[in-house]
């Protein structure tokens, strides 16, 4: 029987890719790469099979979607961001049986949900760029979970309870991983240089320090009480609806487990961000 083994909240911000590569930027990210090391060294202990990835930037408009191509393979450039991140190249195998496991799962339950091998099917920086530091060495499946943009935390809920079923069904150890923001209020363009290290705005600033209490606390119900508003009024990335399928598939409100924050929270870009462990 198969589980997840590992599960966490990420970043995925560009500016860790400027960090990485450009003298100029040298070390500006660090903290976040230090964070993706540790969640390396988890993945590796706990042997991890395959990384699920809710990807805020693999966005859709309908329905349940998963990339379940056999292999990744390529050279990616940001159309959003060119200037911060380009020249990534991927290799990595994918989980075409994982992903028809967790798609029979949601079938079964009514859900409309597709599955894409297609050869020309991308991938988006929300799974690549964590992967490129996750997975290096670990050499685990890559299944990338795309976000939908119009869909409801209530339907979220109940896909993340579809994949972590989909998982008990295999024969996997999977790492599930949320990528995205906490709040992602951009700052505006003409500020958008001297934003670089900066949350937009002390309401998301506080209101993302609060959530990480409520996290840091145990207190799960009350935050998923309050993630729809949050959601709204702190511009969540794709609505915030990785974080609903992180909790989906952890369990909602029955989750009684433990944070560990391996990035401490961050501004980039007028967005809050952090690495955080799950325990499961």
Not at 7 to 33: D, E, L
Not at 66 to 79: A, D, P, Y
């Amino acid at each position: 029987m198969g589980k997840i083994v590992q599960a966490a909240k990420i970043t995925h911000v560009p500016s860790i890719w400027m960090s990485h590569t450009m003298p100029k930027y040298k070390g500006i990210r660090q903290p976040a790469i230090d964070g993706y090391a540790r969640l390396r060294q988890d993945a590796i202990d706990r042997e991890v099979d395959t990384f699920i990835i809710f990807d805020t930037h693999w966005i859709t408009n309908q329905g349940f979607h998963l990339n379940t191509k056999e292999r990744h393979k390529g050279r990616f450039i940001s159309h959003e961001l060119p200037h911060m991140l380009a020249d990534m190249e991927f290799d990595y195998r994918g989980d075409h049986d994982l992903g028809e496991t967790i798609l029979d799962v949601l079938r079964e339950r009514g859900e409309r949900a597709l599955g894409h091998s297609h050869p020309d099917m991308g991938m988006e920086y929300g799974t690549l760029l964590p992967m490129h530091f996750i997975n290096d060495g670990v050499n685990a499946r890559v299944l990338p979970v795309a976000v939908n943009q119009f869909s409801s935390i209530a339907e979220n809920r109940v896909w993340g309870e579809a994949i972590a079923e989909g998982i008990r069904r295999s024969d996997r150890n999977v790492s599930i991983l949320a990528s995205g923001s906490l709040s992602h209020d951009f700052t505006p363009n003409e500020r958008s240089v001297e934003g670089l290290n900066a949350v937009n705005g002390e309401f998301n600033r506080q209101m993302d320090m609060r959530v990480l209490e409520l996290w840091e606390q145990g207190r799960f119900e009350e935050f998923l009480d309050l993630l729809p508003d949050y959601a709204k009024k702190c511009t969540g990335e794709c609505a915030m609806n990785d974080t609903a399928l992180l909790f989906g598939a952890l369990g909602w409100g029955s989750y009684k487990g433990e944070i560990d924050i391996y990035t401490p929270y961050f501004g980039s870009s007028g967005t809050g961000q952090a690495n955080i462990s799950f325990s499961v």
